[in-house]
């Protein structure tokens, strides 16, 4: 019930920036956590960064410092803000949405399609 749109992977120069995006449509729940993960070739899906509805982030060491998530809740829309990029971060990115239910309620993850995102040097 909800659906997930993935914008704005490509081809960037190792060095450059690049931003990608993330809209929720469909049964949205207004408190919830969006995010991304990625997936190179040959490894597991990682937590890239999330944050939740009220503002809360989570990044991976590997891109603390260089990456920024941002939301839009109004728009429910995610952002990922790619600086300093580096031929490591090139994998399939993917959106995720959790509404956050509660302890009660079984929780639903809902993916996006992913978009590919190639950093060359």
């Known amino acids: 019930q909800v659906q997930l749109v993935e914008s704005g992977g490509g081809l960037v120069q190792a060095g450059g920036s690049h931003r990608l995006s993330c809209a929720a449509s469909?049964?949205?729940?207004?408190?919830?956590?969006m995010g991304w993960y990625r997936q190179a070739p040959g490894k597991q899906r990682e937590l890239v960064a999330t944050?939740?509805?009220?503002?809360?982030?989570n990044y991976a060491d590997s891109v603390k410092g260089r990456f920024t998530i941002s939301r839009d809740n109004a728009k429910n829309t995610v952002y990922l803000q790619m600086n300093s990029l580096k031929p490591e971060d090139t994998a399939v990115y993917y959106c995720?949405?959790?509404?956050?239910?509660?302890?009660?309620?079984?929780?639903?993850?809902?993916w996006g399609q992913g978009t590919q995102v190639t950093v060359s040097s």
């Open positions: 469909g049964n949205i729940f207004s408190i919830n956590t």
């Open positions: 944050m939740t509805s009220s503002g809360s982030t």
């Open positions: 995720a949405f959790r509404p956050d239910w509660g302890p009660l309620l079984k929780s639903i993850d809902y």
